[in-house]
């Protein structure tokens, strides 16, 4: 997980937007993850996007990746209590079926 | 998530004693994997595999065995339960082809060693 970074908390006042920001180091990542995980359950994937894409929206969710800068970000939009939960940012290789995840980015929704 | 369980879901063991957590799947996927997940680690690989008797090691793969005899069931070993084993373990599945692009998690299971 050390090849994919993460800020560690965000916190954001209901009804705003979140946006969370990721890096990561290989330039041959096919496909870039966001998964999330609420306290004591498992991680449920919320969106991908290609290498080849620039955007991609999805209801509240837009993913945007910049690739020369090897930057991934996920924006939710009107975000809500239930939004609070870890958020991880994930990216496998080329030929490679294991995915290498950052830290994960803790979203607090404050009333 | 259906389709892939875990057991136990919490465990509780003694330094030195051998352990073995359960991953069970009903989707005939190919891949399965065993992540450990730590505060400011995020989920790191243990091991994974690719079929039937075939694993390989991930990046913290020191201390833990694998085995799959079967399609459906995916075993990790604690050899001798540390301290520093204590975790979350999560069971991933996928099968890599045009409608299926991820992992599917199970709900983890909760390691404490004492």
């Known amino acids: 997980g050390e090849d994919v970074e993460q800020s560690l908390f965000l916190s954001v006042r209901e009804g705003d937007s979140s946006v969370i920001n990721c890096t990561y180091t290989d330039s041959s990542s096919t496909y870039l993850y966001w998964y999330k995980q609420e306290p004591g359950a498992g991680l449920q994937l919320l969106t991908y996007?290609?290498?080849?894409?620039d955007m991609k929206q999805d209801q509240r969710l837009t993913v945007l990746l910049n690739k020369k800068d090897k930057h991934l970000s996920l924006r939710i939009a009107d975000t809500q209590t239930g939004d609070s939960a870890i958020y991880f940012c994930?990216?496998?290789?080329?030929?490679?079926?294991?995915?290498?995840f950052g830290a994960g980015t803790t979203v607090t929704v404050r009333a | 998530d259906a389709g892939i369980t875990q057991s136990p879901r919490h465990k509780v063991t003694e330094t030195g004693t051998p352990v073995t957590l359960r991953c069970h799947q009903t989707e005939n996927h190919r891949y399965m994997y065993w992540y450990r997940q730590d505060p400011g680690h995020g989920l790191r690989l243990i091991h994974y595999s690719y079929g039937v008797k075939d694993t390989d090691k991930g990046e913290v793969s020191d201390g833990y065995s694998v085995s799959r005899s079967k399609t459906e069931d995916f075993l990790l070993t604690l050899e001798s339960a540390t301290s520093s084993q204590t975790s979350v373990y999560f069971c991933a599945i996928s099968e890599w082809d045009r409608s299926n692009y991820g992992y599917t998690f199970g709900s983890g299971t909760r390691l404490t060693v004492v």
């Open positions: 994930a990216e496998i290789y080329s030929n490679d079926y294991k995915l290498s």
């Open positions: 996007i290609f290498s080849n894409m």
